[in-house]
Nanobody, 121 residues
Framework: QVQLAESGGGLVQPGGSLRLSCAASGSIFSIGAMGWYHQAPGKQRELVAVISSGGVTNYADSVKGRFTISRDNAKNTVSLQMNSLKPEDTAVYYC???????????????WGQGTQVTVSS
C-alpha cells in the first residue's frame, strides 16, 4: 500500500512564504513524475507544478517566478517552496505521484489527503 503524506500548510500574510513537503511511503517500485495541485472552494483541482524523475519542471503560469518545486529521489519526497504568496493562492494543496507499486504493477497516480494554505491579512 502506498501513502503520500503532506506537511507545511498554514496561514500566511500576503507576500509571505510557505514550504510544502510530501513523502511517499509503502510499497514503491519506481516513481515517475511528482507534483502539486491545488483546489480552491468552488473550483476544479488545477496543476500547480510538476517535476519529472529527471528533474524537468513545469509550472502553472500563475505561479511562475514565485514557486519552486524540487524532489529528493533517494527519499521519495517532493517539496514546493512558495514565495510572494497572494490571497488567490488560497486553496487545499494536494501532492501526487505517478508510480509503480511493484515490478508487476502498471503506473498509477497516487494522491495525498491535502493541506490547507490560506493567504490572508
Amino acid at each position: 500500500q502506498v501513502q503520500l503524506a503532506e506537511s507545511g500548510g498554514g496561514l500566511v500574510q500576503p507576500g509571505g512564504s510557505l514550504r510544502l513537503s510530501c513523502a511517499a511511503s509503502g510499497s514503491i517500485f519506481s516513481i515517475g513524475a511528482m507534483g502539486w495541485y491545488h483546489q480552491a472552494p468552488g473550483k476544479q483541482r488545477e496543476l500547480v507544478a510538476v517535476i519529472s524523475s529527471g528533474g524537468v519542471t513545469n509550472y502553472a503560469d500563475s505561479v511562475k517566478g514565485r514557486f519552486t518545486i524540487s524532489r529528493d529521489n533517494a527519499k521519495n519526497t517532493v517539496s514546493l517552496q512558495m514565495n510572494s504568496l497572494k490571497p488567490e493562492d488560497t486553496a487545499v494543496y494536494y501532492c501526487y505521484a505517478d508510480l509503480r507499486s511493484s515490478r508487476f504493477a502498471l503506473r498509477d497516480d497516487y494522491w495525498g489527503q491535502g493541506t490547507q494554505v490560506t493567504v490572508s491579512s
